[in-house]
């Protein structure tokens, strides 16, 4: 059979986390094929399957070739993964994290500490895996596994995410206040919503108000409209209207709509204390 007939043949491997499996791998498409170069099995599919992830701050030991998807197939949940094993052949290789188990887990956003290559997903908050089917998606940039995508699996589901709450000049500190936020994903859109809210211990740093995407948008959406919402003022029980504006990086910069077309800040439209609320909901183009 031909090399070029490479592109239909698929390994699974059983294993358990190791740097040696791209040369398992390599050695088994030479069994089947003859004697060919790493180089040449390029661009296949590797299955790597019974991935555990039920710990706190797992690190995954694996090496891929430059090029390769990698489908690691996590069959135990509820943990935490903090990092996953450089690429042997460097920058390119693209890896699926799909969670084959009942439960969730969490890949942690660059903790730091790993012995393998942090996640970094540019918006700074853990991404949540569901169970029985979900999947991240990361390829390595030659520092960090930088998040790409999401499976039609998780299209028609919403997944929780904390929302950072921040500011221009001091960010806030929420103390024990609450961000609650939520997305979904269908092709390049993204529909989130997000609800900020004030507790006894929140401090309210200085400069206008930030929330962050839950997912990099597209370069050309910077400066558009993406959502809408509300300021609720607990101790006047008063609404605000609210937009918010897409700026660099993810960061969506809020807008009271009245009368004063302001950036909110700790005293715009009003001075916020416990209670108060934040929330904006809406749409963008994802990267």
């Not at 605000?240 to 715009?268: C, F, H, Q, R």
Request: hydrophobic share 40%; glycine share 12%.
């Amino acid at each position: 059979m031909p090399v070029s007939d490479l592109q239909s043949f698929k390994v699974t491997s059983n294993e358990a986390s190791s740097s040696t499996k791209f040369d398992n791998f390599v050695q088994a498409v030479q069994d089947e094929f003859g004697d060919i170069d790493a180089d040449q099995v390029n661009g296949l599919h590797v299955f790597v399957n019974s991935q555990v992830v039920s710990g706190a701050s797992t690190d995954l030991a694996w090496g891929a070739g430059s090029g390769i998807q990698v489908n690691l197939n996590v069959t135990t949940g509820g943990g935490t993964l903090r990092s996953l094993g450089a690429p042997t052949a460097g920058a390119g290789t693209r890896v699926s994290i799909v969670n084959a188990s009942g439960t969730n887990f969490t890949v942690l956003n660059n903790p730091g500490g790993g012995s393998g290559v942090a996640f970094a997903n540019d918006q700074n908050f853990d991404v949540v895996v569901a169970g029985n089917g979900g999947y991240v998606q990361y390829v390595y940039d030659g520092s960090f596994w930088r998040q790409i995508g999401f499976p039609a699996s998780s299209f028609s589901t919403w997944t929780a995410y904390t929302p950072p709450w921040t500011a221009s000049i001091t960010n806030p500190v929420l103390g024990n206040g609450g961000s609650v936020g939520s997305y979904t994903r269908i092709g390049k859109t993204v529909h989130f919503r997000i609800l900020i809210t004030m507790g006894t211990t929140t401090t309210y740093g200085s400069g206008w108000y930030q929330l962050w995407c839950p997912i990099t948008p597209a370069a050309g959406a910077t400066s558009f409209a993406i959502g809408n919402g509300y300021l609720y003022d607990a101790s006047a029980a008063v609404q605000y209207p609210l937009m918010g504006k897409l700026e660099g990086s993810g960061i969506i910069s809020l807008w009271n709509t009245d009368v004063s077309n302001a950036l909110v800040t700790a005293s715009t439209p009003f001075t916020f204390a416990t209670s108060d609320i934040i929330t904006l909901s809406g749409t963008y183009e994802a990267a």
